[in-house]
């Protein structure tokens, strides 16, 4: 299995453990999640004062968000929200912890590895290499990034985006008196990390600083509360698709069945496509919200069935 | 297939099986601990729904953005029969 559903996991009182492993050897790190077959894994870590690495890859991306502290790292100071998406293969200049740093750590492929280098591996990806202060050199936008989209209130900075699978990893932020009264549940897994603040979502709770989930897809969240405001790291794995809907009961087969039916009626010559390799679901997978929309006419003509007068065609024969 | 970084991993040493064994033990209690905790909040969680149920029905439900919708009475989803406990960690 991948990373299993970590919600809500509040690390603040949870001890750090020696780094003994490659990747950040002599720091201190606890993890937050960790991919039970790959690896993968998302660490708090602990640079204390005079802490010091060598230049060096791992065999992983890796992201980095330095929630406190400072630290050099090359020719770079990094500072208080600075983010650092380092495509595996990257050779990050040493490092030296002067005072003392904490940050969140993601390896995205495997557990933590560390080759000493100054030189980046021939096969890096570099131009996905991100390096920014994310408090300073990024703007707040607006939530609505997507559509359907999130209330007003809900602000986000883009920190990367992956062009290929859509995944992005960003900050966001919950203003006061923040609500939404709908739930929600994603095709993609999603990560968090409340910097500061609490907020609420009607199935766990609240979320207080330091504050964590790994939310695997089609899991329900929400409705959302927040009180005083709220300022969170994220990251999703692919695309996010906000669906939205209003049964507090439905568990994650429902949902994604409910994904699919979305798929059935919007997207009908893909859904087509894909069903007719053995998932076939002639009349549409089943969707607790809307469980005859099989009957509905528009839905019907879209997949080539009969309606009125019409003999409809052949499934899947394109025009 | 071209070949990427991650691809030339060497093979996890004895150190890396360790470190992995250790934590995932730790994680499997994590989780359970989170299950327990989420369990009790049953009571309380069935508070919570009752008001969001109530609330989609005067304030409304927020289809997209900003955008409301008020539902009716007979749209609202009952409870499944038979469910004893609203799981909502998987």
Wanted: hydrophobic share 35%; with cysteine; glycine share 10%.
């Amino acid at each position: 299995m991948a990373r299993p559903h970590i919600e809500p996991y509040v690390e603040l009182d949870s001890p750090y453990k020696k780094f003994n492993l490659g990747g950040f050897k002599g720091s201190h790190y606890k993890v937050l999640s960790l991919d039970t077959d790959t690896g993968a894994c998302t660490l708090k870590v602990r640079f204390d004062g005079g802490y010091r690495r060598k230049p060096g890859l791992s065999y992983s991306d890796v992201e980095i968000f330095l929630l406190n502290g400072s630290m050099q790292v090359g020719k770079e100071t990094w500072r208080e929200g600075h983010y650092a998406f380092l495509p595996a293969g990257t050779a990050l200049g040493a490092i030296r912890v002067a005072q003392g740093a904490e940050a969140l750590v993601m390896y995205n492929d495997s557990e933590p590895t560390f080759v000493e280098s100054d030189r980046h591996h021939p096969l890096v990806l570099g131009d996905a290499f991100v390096s920014m202060n994310s408090y300073e050199d990024a703007p707040w936008a607006s939530g609505s990034v997507v559509s359907p989209s999130v209330a007003t209130g809900c602000m986000i900075k883009l920190l990367r985006f992956d062009p290929i699978t859509e995944a992005f990893s960003f900050l966001y932020c919950l203003a006061p008196r923040y609500g939404q009264d709908n739930i929600s549940y994603h095709d993609c897994a999603e990560e968090s990390y409340h910097i500061w603040g609490t907020s609420w979502m009607m199935q766990f709770g609240d979320l207080p600083t330091g504050g964590y989930f790994w939310r695997p897809p089609y899991i329900n969240h929400g409705s959302f509360r927040c009180t005083y405001g709220t300022l969170a790291f994220g990251r999703t794995d692919s695309v996010l698709y906000n669906y939205f809907h209003y049964n507090p009961w439905t568990n994650p087969d429902e949902n994604q069945l409910r994904a699919a039916a979305f798929q059935y009626r919007k997207r009908p010559q893909l859904y087509n496509w894909v069903a007719s390799d053995g998932h076939n679901h002639p009349h549409g997978p089943p969707d607790f919200e809307t469980p005859d929309y099989g009957d509905e006419a528009q839905v019907r003509l879209l997949h080539g069935q009969p309606v009125g007068g019409s003999p409809g065609r052949r499934r899947g024969k394109r025009r | 297939m071209a070949k990427r970084v991650q691809d030339l991993k060497p093979a996890r040493k004895a150190d890396a099986q360790a470190w992995m064994k250790e934590n995932v033990a730790e994680q499997k209690k994590r989780y359970a601990a989170i299950v327990k905790e989420q369990e009790e909040l049953g009571p309380e969680r069935e508070k919570w729904v009752a008001g969001f149920l109530k609330i989609i029905q005067t304030k409304g439900f927020n289809v997209t953005g900003d955008v409301r919708r008020i539902i009716k009475p007979g749209e609202i989803p009952k409870k499944p029969k038979g469910m004893k406990k609203h799981q909502v960690v998987f």
